[in-house]
């Protein structure tokens, strides 16, 4: 498997640290209720089919990665900087 | 037996090999199957489970019969195919699964037990008494059955494995593969052709005929003469390409070193990892056999394998060589024998239309029903239409039409398609993205097909990495139709094999059909056809074709099984290569590693690092002895500890105190310059994540350690915690673990030892407790912390690592001169759970703040990562089990970690359980055991007595609970 960080172009899997769903950005307010911080937390999606998740540029530059793939075909879609993703958001 | 004149075996190279101990002689270019062909050899294996006399069938790496193993002692190689294995002289090759010799092997008794031991056997037989499965029948089964077997010993064989990135990559150098190198790399792009065989060119060094007006295998040596003169051409010989994975990525398996006496420091084996921007696969096709009475006879070959040997080998398999064919190609095989002077006994053409005999007799419309011959064919009886015949013959050249080796176009989970002009199954277009397919393996058989196609793929694939295509001509060469009439099993009584290797016949496969096994996959795995290590290359479209037929459906509907990685075998040895004993995980050693060596410390692993466990002196036996006398020596003088391997993480800008608030659960920014403050770092659902110190050296200047253990979570952690969530805070950070060494000095003596080695004063003005501040260490700029991990006065003093063996050695010289000295981990250990710190065994992921009595420090004046979620019901209250420390009150004195406890009158049960030890030692100070605990509602406790019941070990200790500070609990010593 390759992922192409924006940082240093394509490289392979091992590079990377995989973590997890990119909902992990959208971290709840501390008084948001139990409902959205158990489904911030815990509750997580096994879709076939298109998916958004975080990957850690650990043996390479440090970046988070959200990458854009597709679980049934293996195809990557996109990857984005999360750092980038998040400011817009902001 | 060797044919004069033909060939491109090297005659004036004789080689001499050994065959079961018998001296062969072949010549340079000859493989063991060729040689002993050559020599007349047939016999040169027993079948898989009914130990049947087996000769060699093919000429490639899809041979399921000549197995065999190479070498001897550590380097004995079991399994290698005898068509892939090339001599050389002092080749040793044994013959495998036999006993007591390939010619008497006495477990051929199987063979009369067949009967019993058809599909499935192991599920129906042997049932009876219960218990004999596992203790008689299954160890005499396993016994009887297999393949050959290891050598037992270290593999001393060296292994490499390599990456290598090419724009093209061309996986198989027949016509269509050469052809598409040599496009692509004209074409500007870089190319990389990978072929299993030792000599490229594929079919071409097999056949007789002629490209471009010369001879084929010649036409296909210029042609690699040419590719090997470009320079963005990299030609792999020997290569296998095993497995198609994603994005471009292939796995390849090179051998090295197999075919040379003297390796001369060569690895055997190089596992590739290769990465094409584009593959164009022209891996052949496979020729199918046909499923017979007795097809598996020594000297029933490949039609194909047979031409190979006679025009590649000049070996004749055969002295009277009889052909059994449904296609034109059988054909080609008498032709070329007749050519040079073999005798063709006939060509037996299963169809009733067929091209006629030059100079052969050809019976149309014949099927084989039967071959006679147990060691080596001797007879093969055929059936027409007016009756059964039998012909005298030492040969049968069987083709039963091509299979396109479509294998790894369905690594990425894609299924192939039927077609009904080849009767087989092609490659879909697109099943792994990048691959497209050329040649036989595509279905097109024809050597001008090929070559267009080779050349036609090539031209797209370069196109679509933005160069130009250029135009390839494509030479005149064989263009015949491919005339096949399907035929994969002849109907009659007896024992016809579909699956050679794992002997498997079309009986089992109608077993397993009438069993109700109708799906392929069940079939497969029932009959266990295609689970050989030739993974079905030859048997499988056969099975499932007989399977189709006993079902009722057609070939199409029944499916293929899934085809998996690798395409041949591929030994562990050379996947892992590089992970054996030293290379196995990386070593981290720390500065002072050498000292700790010389003074004779055990090194134990901490993760990557290694840190000595003690330093034992002459008169010291046991390891408790001198780790009592480290503590000792810290709590009454000075001790030096090497602290490097914690995590160390340089962290500024002008929102780092920001950036700690958020991921420490208590306040960072209120510390002042020149302060050290203890911080508990919590995962966003709530439990304790790491713990350490971290100090301030600037107003925008934060130096962060953590545990050994998590330095590398952690950083990641904190990246995680900028990047994904606070993106908009200006700061940044670095690990710099390896940038310093760092040494813990801890004693009542610590710092009268500093004030010989440390250029400034300290006092507790400048150093109070928790201070920090930079100092000069022999004219070398360094940083002193003034933190305490052991309870007692200390410090931890920091120089980059250039520096750190000689300060090392300095600071223990200093404290030897003050009665004190290096103490190790198990001193440390001991020290902290007197003084009830914790570790990572306390903190093991399952703990929250509140357990280990610090929910006070969770601030409840700011957010931070874990603080919602530490507030959950249930992470907190009575029902937790809470940090306690444990003293042994009873007769028995010794504690053991992970021991459970009880109430003292409860049965020690798992319904009972209160809590369980997490650390325990032995204090000196004291003259007691110590233990750290997590006890039910344990604060409420102290002064209760529990038991502590360690079933694995039988220790059973009656303890009391008290508070887990044993020593020092006001920190008068720390602090003073």
């Known amino acids: ?90 | 037996m060797r044919v004069a004149g033909k060939g491109c075996v090297d005659r004036s190279k004789p080689v001499s090999f050994t065959f079961d101990g018998r001296r062969v002689q072949g010549f340079a270019g000859d493989t063991v199957a060729s040689a002993l062909l050559a020599n007349d050899i047939k016999l040169v294996a027993r079948s898989f489970k009914y130990h049947r006399p087996r000769g060699v069938m093919g000429a490639g790496s899809e041979e399921a019969n000549a197995l065999v193993t190479v070498g001897r002692g550590a380097h004995q190689e079991p399994n290698v195919r005898a068509t892939m294995q090339e001599i050389y002289d002092g080749l040793e090759v044994r013959s495998q699964n036999r006993w007591p010799s390939l010619d008497v092997d006495l477990l051929a008794v199987n063979d009369l037990a067949a009967p019993f031991l058809g599909a499935g056997f192991y599920y129906k037989t042997f049932m009876w008494p219960k218990a004999f499965w596992e203790r008689v029948y299954e160890p005499v089964i396993r016994r009887s059955a297999g393949l050959g077997s290891l050598s037992r010993e270290h593999n001393a064989d060296l292994y490499e494995k390599a990456f290598a990135f090419c724009d093209v990559l061309v996986i198989g150098a027949g016509p269509a593969g050469l052809m598409a190198a040599l496009t692509a790399a004209r074409a500007g792009a870089d190319v990389l052709l990978a072929d299993e065989d030792s000599t490229l060119g594929g079919r071409l060094n097999g056949e007789c005929e002629d490209i471009d007006g010369i001879a084929a295998a010649e036409w296909a040596a210029d042609m690699v003469a040419e590719l090997a003169s470009l320079p963005n051409v990299r030609l792999m010989p020997r290569t296998t390409v095993t497995g198609a994975y994603d994005h471009g990525t292939y796995g390849a398996l090179e051998r090295i070193s197999h075919h040379l006496s003297d390796a001369s420091g060569r690895p055997l084996e190089c596992f590739w990892r290769i990465v094409a921007k584009r593959t164009i696969l022209c891996a052949g096709a496979i020729e199918r056999p046909i499923a017979f009475r007795n097809n598996d006879r020594p000297g029933i070959m490949s039609a194909a394998a047979v031409r190979t040997y006679v025009n590649r080998y000049g070996v004749a398999p055969g002295r009277a060589v009889t052909v059994f064919t449904n296609n034109d190609d059988g054909h080609r095989t008498a032709r070329d024998l007749k050519a040079c002077g073999v005798h063709v006994t006939a060509v037996l053409d299963s169809r009733n239309d067929g091209p006629s005999g030059q100079g052969y007799p050809v019976i149309y419309g014949a099927e084989v029903c039967d071959a006679g011959g147990r060691k080596a064919l001797e007879s093969v009886t055929y059936r027409t239409v007016s009756g059964e015949e039998k012909l005298g013959t030492d040969c049968l050249a069987v083709s039963g039409g091509w299979n396109p080796a479509v294998h790894l176009t369905c690594h990425m989970n894609g299924r192939p398609e039927w077609r009904d002009d080849i009767q087989s199954f092609g490659p879909v277009e697109g099943m792994v993205p990048g691959l497209t397919t050329a040649g036989a393996c595509n279905g097109t058989f024809s050597t001008l097909g090929a070559l267009q196609e080779g050349a036609d793929k090539a031209n797209d694939a370069v196109q679509a990495l933005g160069f130009k295509s250029i135009d390839a001509e494509v030479p005149a060469a064989e263009d015949a139709p491919y005339n096949m009439a399907p035929l994969w099993a002849v109907a009659g009584r007896g024992r016809a094999w579909l699956d050679f290797q794992n002997d498997v016949t079309v009986k089992d496969v109608k077993q397993a059909a009438k069993e109700n096994f109708r799906s392929v996959e069940h079939m497969k795995r029932y009959t266990t056809q295609g689970m050989a290590p030739d993974q079905g290359k030859t048997s499988s479209m056969g099975a499932l074709a007989v399977l189709a037929d006993a079902t009722g459906r057609g070939i199409p509907e029944t499916g293929t099984t899934t085809f998996r990685p690798p395409f041949v075998p591929v030994s562990i040895a050379a996947l892992g290569a590089g992970a054996q004993g030293i290379g196995f995980a990386p070593e981290r050693l720390t500065t002072s590693h050498e000292a700790s060596v010389t003074n004779g410390a055990p090194m134990i692993e901490a993760g990557l690092w290694y840190r000595p466990s003690y330093y034992p002196k002459a008169d010291e036996t046991k390891w408790r002895q001198s780790c009592d006398r480290e503590v000792q020596m810290v709590r009454n003088a000075v001790g030096v500890c090497d602290v490097s391997t914690l995590g160390k993480i340089d962290i500024q800008g002008p929102d780092a105190a920001v950036l700690l608030d958020f991921v420490y659960t208590n306040t960072f920014s209120t510390l002042k310059v020149g302060k050290v403050r203890y911080g508990l770092m919590l995962r966003e659902d709530g439990t304790v994540m790491d713990d350490g110190t971290t100090a301030r050296l600037g107003e925008d200047h934060f130096v962060m350690t953590t545990t050994t253990a998590a330095a590398g979570p952690v950083m990641r952690h904190l990246e995680y915690v900028h990047q994904c969530l606070r993106p908009e805070l200006d700061v940044s950070m670095v690990s710099v673990t390896e940038q310093w060494a760092q040494f813990a000095v801890a004693g009542p003596e610590s710092r009268e030892m500093l004030a010989g080695i440390v250029g400034e004063e300290i006092d507790t003005e400048t150093f109070p407790f928790m201070g920090c501040g930079e100092i000069t260490v022999g004219g070398v700029r360094g940083r002193l912390f003034r933190i305490s991990f052991s309870g007692e006065h200390a410090y931890e003093i920091a120089v980059p690592a250039r520096y750190g063996k000689s300060l090392y050695q300095a600071l223990v010289q200093r404290a030897e001169a003050l009665g004190g000295g290096a103490y190790g981990m198990e001193a440390l250990n001991v020290l902290r759970i007197e003084k009830g710190f914790i570790t990572h065994s306390e903190i093991h992921g399952r703990t929250t703040a509140f357990d280990i009595g610090l929910e006070r420090m969770v601030s409840a004046k700011k957010d931070c990562i874990g603080k919602t979620m530490s507030e959950r019901p249930g992470l907190y209250g009575d029902e937790r089990e809470q940090l306690v420390g444990l003293k042994p009150v009873g007769p028995v004195k010794q504690l053991t970690a992970g021991a459970h406890l009880f109430e003292v009158d409860a049965e020690p049960v798992r319904e009972n359980e209160q809590g369980y030890t997490t650390s325990v030692g032995f204090s000196p100070t004291f003259e007691s055991f110590l233990g750290l605990a997590f006890l039910r509602n344990g604060r409420a406790r102290h002064g209760e007595q529990v038991m502590m019941v360690d079933h694995l070990r039988g220790v059973t200790t009656r303890c009391e609970v008290c508070d887990p500070v044993f020593f020092d609990s006001d920190g008068g010593r720390m602090r003073g």
Not at chain 1, 26 to 35: E, G, I, K, M, Q
């Open chain 1, 1 to 90: 498997m390759r992922l192409t960080c924006p940082h240093c172009g394509e490289r392979d899997l091992r590079e990377f640290y995989y973590q997890g769903d990119a909902v992990a950005l959208n971290r709840p307010d501390p008084d948001a209720t139990d409902v959205e911080w158990d489904d911030y937390v815990h509750n997580r999606d096994n879709p076939a089919g298109e998916t958004r998740d975080l990957w850690y540029h650990e043996g390479g530059c440090g970046a988070w990665i959200v990458v854009t793939r597709n679980t049934v075909t293996h195809d990557v879609l996109c990857t984005e900087l999360a750092s980038d993703l998040k400011e817009a958001s902001a």
